[in-house]
């Protein structure tokens, strides 16, 4: 019964050459699909609420987002910020930047532009609702609050 | 000259590079995919604007105040049971449905309701008002909102069903891959005018 103890090959190496095409593979793939941040977020990242009946927005150009929640910085105060591309505002400087998102828009495309509305959970309806009335003015009316997706809500 | 031999690069850290760039993509990529409870705002009024007058049984009143407590109908109610009663509501069908075009929709032959006369007539009359005070927290307002986005779901996939044999959400998916198919949009379309979504927001309560 000697055979089995004499043959003791040593144990051949993983071939890891090809180990640096699947590396650049998912590269690649995550170069790709990768989006940068646009704007840097002078408010802290509002935790959005969840919600089951959302819809996607589609056409991301033809978005404006509004974001709205704490300041990080201290100096500017407690309550609800609104954040318009990459500056604290007001809700009076919405109108000024509808009609710049819309500047370079043709009047087919502008039909279908959305707002949408990244607001933290804690914030306050008032807030919201002084947005929405200037969206009105500008007749800007289309409009999105933005929630994440989950299957079912619990009680 | 002696022609020497170009030595060979070494690619053993070929990986390592790869994955150092791998991870910092890995780490960068947000790969969240945008989505929102989808609202249309209402056209500014004009000055002189009347507002048509509404019985007071086709509106159905919600109202959340500063302590994120819901009252409907007059009625405390938890956010839970919003759904329900808010079916109850859109479905009640107790009397005839708005006239359109000049033609009369008639009573509600799909509804499955109570046919009570001391709620709404029609789902097309069947108006949901929210109003909310300037305190309210945002994410009950949208908890609130997406409750009753989910009772006009439940009725439209019920109707779809009884109908076409398929829920509306699937309906409505197979329509956005073929905008093309006339059948499909017409199969929406009466789904979607059978159980039109009424929310309004009315203007929100303040301390001062």
Redesign the interface.
Known sequence: MSKFGKKKKPMPAVN?AS??DI??M??FF??V?????ETELKIETPSL?N???????EH?SL?STIY?GKAKDTKLGTGDKIQLNDKIATADDIPTFIFNERAPKSEEEIKYM?T??K???????????DI?LK???V???????????IAE?K? | MARRETPEIN?GS??DI??L??IF??V????D????????????PPKDYVPPVIKEKNIFEVN?NRNNELLVEGETM???ELTAAAIEFIDNGGGDGKVIDGVSTGSCDYCKGARKATSSDHPNKAIISVQ????????V???V??EL??AY?ELRNRLALDKYNVSYDVLEKQYKKDRDNADLKRKVEDIKTSYPQILS?A??T?AN
């Open positions: 890891t180990l640096p590396v650049f998912l590269l995550f170069m699909t990768t989006v940068m941040r609420p919600a089951t009946e959302v819809k996607k927005l991301k978005v709205v959305t949408s509305i607001a933290d959970v804690e914030s306050s309806v008032g807030t919201i609702t929405k969206l009105r003015d007749n800007a009316l289309k409009l999105s609050l933005s929630s994440r997706k809500i009680q | 690619a070929m990986a790869a994955f760039l791998l993509f890995l960068t990529t947000t790969m995919v945008d989505s929102g409870i989808s609202k249309k705002l209402s056209e500014k959340i938890k956010i839970g909310s005070d300037r305190g309210t927290e945002y994410g307002y949208i908890k909102q997406n986005l989910r779901t927001d203007e929100p303040s």
